[in-house]
């Protein structure tokens, strides 16, 4: 049974009138899938002309390429193609938290919330704020699906190893950030100062904002009622002191620092998916290729624009709306769909029956 959207009529109208660009093209492994992601791989072109006449002539629903720059990107097995550099890849794809949407949820929109967030804390507290990765030289793409892809596709990150990949990775999600790594001595207790940087200088950077709290608020916070009042009442003092490391000279602080710094740590950290950002051999979807499991665009998108950004007006497909018969009560956004869809919504549903989620 299908939903009443031609998935290759629209998908061949797409790539036969949309050119497709490639930054050093020749030089990348292209795979392509459609049965699944990559039913084969090892494939190269040697003009963005080429490529786009493949797409259009072959319509494959989904499109990868790789995140590394060969010397001859379709030798194989993978040693002989020689790699360059690549491409430093984050991919961002589930939540923090662990959400309860239902089974007949196709989209849910607080995961995806949650993902944006972290996609714009990656880019903005970690590449930029703590690698110095200028923002020219990254790139963000909506993966198509339910996440977010960033790229930093020049300067030292392309010649990084992949241990050093995975060191970032731990970085990004807090792995290691510890009450006694970020506070050096525990009597009287010494912690990050004016001058600390990364993990410790944001945490003190919270602190610091949350002292202005109400006592209301402190408490809420997991603050006893005797600590939010000695932080009210010395919150300048406090402020002075913090700022010199010394986090011990209003006593009796400690255990609400605890707290705070887990909450703090769960709250700011970046979970990507490691594999994606240390494999150098890795195909990721290329920007702009349509996704099969959705029909949305895997777009770039501008740091500013990830908050509003929403694949059913942002990355998709235009046409007619159509009628649909929810026998299933699939859900949208919470939603349950109703009877007439547009036709971003009717070629995602179309999409997603072809791959069996309902
Ligand atoms: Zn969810």
Known sequence: MTVGVDIHKEFKEYYSSNFIPVSRLSEREFGFGVLKKIDYRHKSFQSEKDFNDFLA?????????????????????????ELKSAELVFDLDSPTFKCNHDSKELFCWKCFSDIKMQCVRLVEDFLEGDFGVPGSSIS?????????????????WVDLNAVERRRLCEYVKGSGVKFESVFTRLNPLKGPDFKSKGWSGMFRDFVLRLI?????????????????????????ALAESIKKGNWDRVRGLESFWRVLLDVFVENSRVVVDESVTFDLHRLIRIPESLHGETGFMAKRVDLSEVEDFDPF???????????????????????????????????????KKKFGYF
Request: charged share 30%; aromatic share 10%; hydrophobic share 30%.
């Open 57 to 81: 002539r072959e319509v494959p629903l989904f499109a990868s390429y790789s995140t590394g720059f060969y010397s001859y990107p379709d030798r194989r097995p993978i040693e002989k193609k």
């Open 140 to 156: 963000i793409n909506y993966s198509g699906s339910k996440g977010f892809h960033i790229h930093v596709s020049e300067g030292p």
């Open 313 to 351: 007006f942002d990355a998709s497909l235009k046409g007619e709306g159509i009628s649909f018969k929810n026998e299933g009560g699939v859900k949208i956004k919470g939603v349950v769909v109703e009877e007439r869809v547009d036709f971003s919504t009717a070629l995602f549903l179309e999409c």
């Open 212 to 236: 202005n709290e109400s006592q209301v608020a402190l408490k809420e916070r997991g603050a006893t009622s005797q600590q939010a009042k000695k932080i009210s009442e010395n919150k300048e």
